[in-house]
């Protein structure tokens, strides 16, 4: 009885939980990246509806939820549907992976990293498909720059992941985790940390990378001729985006839910919401290099260093054998 | 003897010493001197010599390399047309020499039934404009323009709205409409053509895109449309495309009394405020002889100097965030804020206060302004000082900008560029030095010049400048004159009451000064100020009636425009937003 | 392996993007305006359609992309059995990221992230 009250909980409620949780803290981080780049810009920032306009989230829930459901006339109809659908389970499956607590996971894959990367991958779809059956001319300068920008930054995501890799000798995220018990991995992959961070904000397309959709110089690139709730996935997607390359972060390089005192859980959602912050700080602070300059930076510097970053750590783990 | 001669011919004998090569060319016959108010050399000449003679006038020793205006005016009704070598239509061409610091004009009269005159787009790249707006509100055609096409004005308008006998008023037509079809066919005559531009469709390897970029775009900065001809990102070459924000300032004027029209130049560069005044009733008190006192020279600086601040503050702020930097234009605007709130204190009203008045200002400062115009002086450039390194200093902002839309002085020059633009290239020119007026020359301030030219060297100039009218603004606040805040004078409006409750004469003339407006004297002047964006002038004829004949508002931001296509040709999309950006326009000084 | 618990995610994510498009589907009022037949341009008219034969520097990144994630893959699987593979592995895997190096090095020089002017302005 108590195994089957067990197999309950592991295999229906934690995921279940799990999935409504994920989508309240996409939206909610919506309201939080609205407040904190408000105060951080003397501004007050949605504050009228409920307590600190916490509610504001509900409100513009109904009111997505009861624009017109516009499928443009010109657009590939089917491809143009799928798109907002396409980022969200991706973005939302790519939490399947991750060990937020001891026995608190979704799936326990043993190629978890793989997996994360390939989920990463086909998020890209998505993007591209948005703008490509749009039929619009920003949309698909959109679609292309996304195109361009994150399968170049996809190259040195994954060769900056495989030095965790090397040091822990497992794809598997748990594991990873549990080889941090000593030392983080922020201290043995230092370069590799800060180019998977880079990497990450160029994947989740947030400022100061966010050219598919810099709405200064192509209107909102991709998603411009997005309304409705098909504007809103895409919208909760890139937070799940922001939020899943922060849970990332904590899991690969800062011990994930390890720590002293505080609940594992906890720890978990501590160091993930610090770096959420982080990247909504980001926001408000650089401004957008060009087009050219992003790519240059990705090819010219980035990749090179991922593959010595490669090479080094490897270096390092087999110099005790020498 | 200078005294002995008439008039005429010793403004002709002045200016014959200086530019003996312009008399040698036009034989005595030729020409005609005119007379104006502001002392320009100005001559009319016949449609034959125009060419020649403007040739001649720009690859002088000390050229005049800019064509800093060209306008027409419709002479028909004038009232002391017999006094002019005038036939219907008149072409005016306003040039400009830095070197010299001089202005010369040259006037061509035009028969209605033959309206041709040669265009001079050849000379002047800047000219294109000019003569597009002088074709599409008067129809007087430039022979040899390349896109000789409605500019301001929808393409589908009928007639050319500057003439007199168009109707100025809404009431005098039928009234207006606009149905589906109506709008669809509107919509479809904005549509671009390339082909209509010489623009080719495709190179060998790949087709061009071609993308409207305005009029509702999020950094056009207005409804502005730049039609972009694009090889992947790559600007191959753009059209800019203006006239949505026109409002007919220029024929409103004709209409409205000489003091009426104050408030819509506030709206002519709306981020300049009472700047906009300046000019308009600088040239006015030239034409009818008011000398104002010094208090008011002085609280027209500070003010001028205040939204001078406010409009570069706004440029600081939109510049970062067309650049992608979300955060200094919140800064900004809290600092605006802050000067708005006094400039709200002192005038009542906070963007267009349309405060100035011919011959002074509209209200004395009240108790305190200068308390609060210190507290200013003394926190923004320390704020200043952060925004700085925030954006200035910042490696992706240099990185987008340093090198982006470059130019040097003489293409500034030939393109009619004015103000940060021309200074960034070195060339140091700065009415407020170079012409002082109402006082400027005894303000202790320096002008800030950059040799670059580019979108970086554009932003640090205006940043420096913001510096600089922070000092100006201490010192009017330092020694602020006493004396009347306005002339005594019967044209001031409205006048001066003090005497009118105990002499009939002062009585009836405050009565019909308030009711029918002033009246200006005959006369011409064109009178120019160093506005938030550039040279910025109001060219007054005037035919001795209670409204202006012809006002003409000659604004930077048109001119400065026009040298997008070739500042982006060959860059990306971002460059452009930069380019853009780093211009300072408005389009309500664009369009008028 | 795949469990239950994903399965179960995997299910309730579908259910859930579906439910969110069902539901603003069956909530949003319809209007038929002419405006809502052009994509959007700014608010005019568009000239010309997207279907263009395209810049070929995209595809470019794309080919590069290809090639290098390709390559990459070769490292995952080394990454994993580094030790397994010693210092001779590491060798062999050094000249290859040499040899990948080599690659970068020449589309580099070939301008294939050559997007056109760096700087400029008037001529």
Redesign the interface.
Known sequence: MSDFLGDITGDFIIPIVILVALLLAGAWSTWLERRILAWWQDRLGPNRVGPFGLLQVVADMIKIFTKEDWIPPFADKVLFVIAPMIVMIMMMLGFAIIPFAPGIQIAHFDNGLLFLLAISSLSVYSIMLAGFSSNSKYALLGAMRTAAQMLSYEVFMGLAIMGIVIVADSFSLSKIVEAQADMWFIIAQPLGFFLFLFAGIAESHRAPFDLPEAETEIVAGFHTEYASMKFGMFFIGEYLGVILISALITTLYFGGWQGPWLPPLLWFILKTSFFVLFFILLRAAIPRPRYDQLMAFGWYILLPLALLNLLVTAAWQLAPTL | MPQEQPPQDSVENNHAEQLPELFALLSRDKYTVQKTADDTLTLWVTANTLLPTLSLLKSLRQPFAMLFDLFGVDERLRLDKNTLPCKDFTVVYQLLSVERNQHIRLKVALDKDDLHINSITDLWPNANWYERECWDLFGIVFDGHPTLRRILLPPTFKGHPLRKEFPCRATEKDPFTID?QKL?KE??A?????EDWGMA??SA????????????????HGVF?V?LQL????VVDSVPDIGYHHRGAEKIAERQTWHGFIPYTDRIDYLGGVMNNFPYVLALEQLAGIEVSDRVKCIRVMMSECFRILSHMLFFGTF????????PI??LF?DREKLFGIIEAITGARMHPSWFRIGGVAQDLPKGWDKMMREFTDYFPKRLDEYEVMVMQ?S??K??S??????DTN?ALDWGITGAGLRATGCDYDLRKKKPYSGYENYDFEVPLDDQ??AYARTRVRVEEMRQSIRIIRQCVDNMPQGPYKADHPSTTPPMNHQSKHDIETLIQHFLNVSWGTVMPKGETTFAVEATKGINSYTMISDGTGTSYRTRIRTPSFAHLQ?IP??A???????L?TIIASIDFVMADVDR | MISTSFLVYLIAVLLLTMTMLLVSHLLNPKTGKRVNKLPYESGIVPSGTTDIRWNVNYFLVAISFVIFDLEAVFLYIWSIVVMEAGWQGFIITSFFIFALLIGLFYEVRQGAFDWGKKQGGIE
């Open positions: 589906e669809a919509q479809e904005l549509r671009f053509v390339p469709t495709s390897d790949n087709d061009y895109m071609f993308l409207n970029l305005g009029p509702n775009h999020p950094s056009v449309r039609a090889d992947g990102e790559r970062a965030q067309d650049v992608g930097q979300l955060s919140f800064y809290v910042n992706i902002l990185k987008r340093i090198g982006i839309g470059k130019y293409q030219g580019d040298m070739p500042m040709k060959g860059l990306m999309i971002a460059d937003i």
